[in-house]
């Protein structure tokens, strides 16, 4: 075998030099002086190997590493250690630092003593240490704002689980510290009132039964401060290697269920109060209705009876006086023709006759007010319903004719009225250009929908108003009804 000469040995040597990524450095022990250096450390320090070579490695460092640099060489040169290691900052040549790992070795041939640098740039992996630790620090500083308190609950590969983090609110939201909570989960649930716990075990089931792991709302009893609140959980899973992780965060939700609450107070009170005002409207409408056909229709009727009585018993030849008693004979009769019409409008007679005699009636006057083709379809027999019933059915199809002949631009008008086991379904449908947008509640002619609904919701009811399946718009009344009584002949 061909032995391994100097001249092979200095070819090998100059080529990991060549090729290594680290800085390599070779200087003089005595003077300090750069003898060699490789591609790496010229790069790194920004100069020309020619310009290293008038250099110390002194020349290569911060002032404030100098000090441990000269007191490693002197160490090394005792012969007490043959290497040392340690960190430092490096000097490029336009002034700019960035961090090492290097490591320092005395030759131990018989030449000119000399040191060898070998250094790694660690500039990356201190970055991404500063990355990682201003984010966690910056995660901790969301977590210490969040109006709530966020935890990890753990299941391990072999099943058994466990809260890996609470944050500190848990003193604030729960009155449990973070580790008392870690160590027993189970004291949340020992918080949670007794109408709630049957929801949060149901989910605990169905979850696999792991505490806090699930989406659940529900009311917790804090007894050192005799207090009901609110609880709101959302969990969000994920695998990892150590396991199946549930990333949640708990908020206390109890000042937007007090306010919820006292909205739906607020708007069960304005809809009592809505269908008290209707129904006081149409009683006096009821009495006015009465007031005006049987007080001033019978007064009229008088007058009528007193005219042609009149009428009658002119002299003859009184031409004149004739024309004046015929001329108020048909002022009269105009009068008593307004007078039913108000009535009318007021409260339909035609309503005592039943809630479908009062639509065909509707529609008829529909029909001829508007020239528009109408359809009824109602069950053979009249539908028994309540006073209040009745006449809300009967303003909704009043309202919704209304909207037909002002906004709908239709030919057409269908009305269907059918008569359910325990409620009442009504829909009125035209063909014409649909419903179109801000066409709702906020519309100009929005307020007449707005109390075709609060007069559906008044009797528990519901109204929808949605195109129609081909073309137009579809409204529709749902209103509960009390089952109808057993029949006495059955």
């Known amino acids: 075998m061909r032995s391994f000469k100097a001249a092979d040995q200095d070819a090998l040597l100059k080529a990991i030099l060549q ?58 040169q005792s012969g007490k250690k043959r290497r040392a290691s340690f960190t430092a900052r490096c000097r490029r ?17 018989q030449g000119t003593p000399l040191f060898i640098w070998i250094a790694s740039d660690v500039s990356q ?48 939201l729960l009155g449990i510290k973070a580790t008392a909570l870690c160590a027993d989960p189970e004291r949340f649930f020992k918080l949670i009132m007794e109408e709630d716990k049957a929801d949060y075990l149901a ?32 969990v969000s899973q994920r695998e990892t290697p150590d396991g199946l992780i549930w990333d949640g965060i708990m908020l206390n939700t109890t000042k937007s269920k007090l306010a919820e609450a006292e909205i739906r107070r607020s708007r069960a009170q304005l809809a009592a109060l809505a269908a008290h005002v209707e129904s006081v409207r ?38 004149n006086l004739y024309k004046r008693t015929a001329y108020l004979d048909n002022v009269a009769n105009q009068t008593i023709d307004a007078t039913h019409r108000i009535a009318s409008s007021l409260r339909p007679p035609v309503l005592d006759f039943g809630i479908v005699s009062a639509i065909e009636w509707q529609l008829e006057r529909f029909g001829q007010n508007t020239d528009l083709a109408y359809e009824f379809s109602a069950p053979d027999e009249d539908v028994a319903l309540g006073s209040d019933i009745a006449i809300t ?21 269908k009305v269907a009225l059918a008569r359910q086991p325990d ?17 709702g509640r906020n519309s100009t002619h929005g307020f007449g929908l707005l109390g075709m609904t609060e007069r559906a919701a008044a009797l528990g009811g519901e109204l929808t108003v949605l195109p129609a399946r081909r073309q137009g718009t579809r409204v529709s009344l749902y209103i509960p009804l009390p089952a109808r009584a057993p029949d006495a002949t059955e």
């Not at 009504?426 to 066409?439: A, K, Y």
Request: charged fraction near 20%; aromatic fraction near 6%; include cysteine.
């Open 125 to 172: 992996r201190e970055a991404t240490q500063q990355a990682l630790a201003h984010s966690a620090s910056d995660m901790r500083a969301i977590v210490a704002h969040i109006p709530g308190m966020a935890y990890q609950v753990l299941r391990k590969p072999g099943g058994s689980t466990s809260l890996r983090y609470v944050s500190e609110q848990s003193a604030q």
């Open 423 to 439: 409620s009442l379904l009504l829909t009125v449908t035209d063909n014409g250009r649909g419903i179109q947008p801000g066409q």
């Open 282 to 319: 149409e009683q006096e409408r009821l009495h006015l209705a009465r007031e005006v056909h049987d007080d001033l229709g019978g007064n009229l009727t008088a007058i009528k009876i007193g005219l042609s009585w009149l009428m009658r018993h002119l002299p003859p030849g009184e031409i």
């Open 19 to 76: 090729e290594s990524a680290n800085e390599i450095l070779v200087f003089d022990a005595e003077t300090l002086r750069i003898i060699q250096a490789n591609p790496a450390a010229a790069n790194n320090l920004q100069r020309p190997l020619r310009a290293l070579r008038l250099l110390t490695p002194l020349d290569c460092l911060s002032a404030d590493d100098a000090h441990t640099f000269t007191t490693l060489l002197a160490v090394l």
């Open 393 to 413: 059915v009967f303003r909704i199809v009043q309202e919704a004719l209304t909207n037909v002949a002002k906004h709908a631009r239709a030919t057409r008008v």
């Open 93 to 109: 040549s336009d002034g700019s630092g960035y961090p090492v790992e290097a490591r320092l070795f005395r030759s131990a041939g």
């Open 203 to 234: 989910r605990l089931a169905a979850s696999g039964g792991v505490h806090m792991s699930f989406n659940w709302e529900g009311r917790i009893w804090m007894e050192a401060w005799k207090d009901v609140k609110w609880v709101n959980i959302r």
